[in-house]
């Protein structure tokens, strides 16, 4: 059974950098794409960063140069590395797991019906 505990939300000023961590059980990364996704209020999810079990990754343009996914296989940990922020980047931040042996084509990779598994979230805030 998959289950995916975020941690490292927090409130920064813009600028600044958070490190959110995702503590992953069940999970097989060599099988599985591993992603971060956000909401704000009022607003759809969206993806923000996927790596899958090769270490490749993809951001969303909002983000790139700015985030850095990465997966920590003897840890079982996901982690976003989030520096600049903006107050644009205030929203739940959410980790999420593909089912195992899924093929998602580039366009796929930060769509949210292609995750099945989901944590509780995390609140970040950026303030101006």
């Known amino acids: 059974q998959v289950q995916l505990v975020e941690s490292g939300g927090g409130s920064v000023q813009a600028g600044g950098s958070l490190r959110l961590s995702c503590a992953a059980s069940?999970?097989?990364?060599?099988?599985?794409?591993m992603a971060w996704f956000r909401q704000a209020p009022g607003k759809e999810r969206e993806g923000v960063a996927t790596?899958?079990?090769?270490?490749?990754?993809a951001y969303a343009e909002s983000v790139k140069g700015r985030f850095t996914i990465s997966q920590d296989n003897a840890r079982n940990t996901l982690y976003l590395q989030m520096n600049f922020l903006k107050p644009e980047d205030s929203a739940v931040y959410y980790c999420?797991?593909?089912?195992?042996?899924?093929?998602?084509?580039?366009?796929?990779?930060?769509?949210?019906?292609?995750?099945?598994?989901w944590g509780q979230g995390t609140q970040v805030t950026v303030s101006s």
């Open positions: 999420a797991a593909s089912r195992p042996g899924l093929v998602l084509s580039v366009k796929e990779y930060l769509l949210p019906n292609f995750y099945d598994y």
């Open positions: 069940g999970v097989t990364y060599r099988y599985m794409y």
């Open positions: 790596i899958n079990g090769y270490g490749n990754t």
